[in-house]
């Protein structure tokens, strides 16, 4: 069992810069690929970024490669997302996930555990 608690939410001007990270409990959190997901109000889960368990690996859709950056610290049992460059179409609430199979990615259906999501709101 994985519990995952997202915190670095806020609101931000566009153009400026958050870093989320998601915390996990458990003693095997350098087992698990992770993600970041959101979703916006009216629309559907969105793909943000995802790394391998060892961090070695990252993969992003285009929407946000270049301006968003994963990474892990596993000793601190910690994925991080940094957003630079925010655009007010980057406003949703950001879920990050966990799941064994380590080519995941964008497959929202293999992530077994989820967080509760936090709020990330960019103004023109």
């Known amino acids: 069992q994985v519990q995952l608690v997202e915190s670095g939410g806020g609101l931000v001007q566009a153009g400026g810069s958050l870093r989320l990270s998601c915390a996990a409990s458990?003693?095997?959190?350098?087992?698990?690929?992770m993600g970041w997901f959101r979703q916006a109000p009216g629309k559907e889960r969105e793909f943000v970024a995802a790394?391998?368990?060892?961090?070695?690996?990252?993969n992003y859709p285009d929407s946000v490669k270049g301006r968003f950056t994963i990474s892990r610290d596993n000793a601190k049992n910690t994925v991080y997302l940094q957003m630079n460059s925010l655009k007010p179409e980057d406003t949703a609430v950001y879920f990050c996930?966990?799941?064994?199979?380590?080519?995941?990615?964008?497959?929202?259906?293999?992530?077994?555990?989820w967080g509760q999501g936090t709020q990330v709101t960019v103004s023109s």
């Open positions: 790394i391998s368990s060892n961090g070695g690996t990252t």
């Open positions: 996930a966990a799941t064994l199979v380590q080519a995941a990615w964008a497959r929202s259906a293999y992530y077994n555990y």
């Open positions: 458990g003693r095997t959190f350098s087992s698990y690929a």
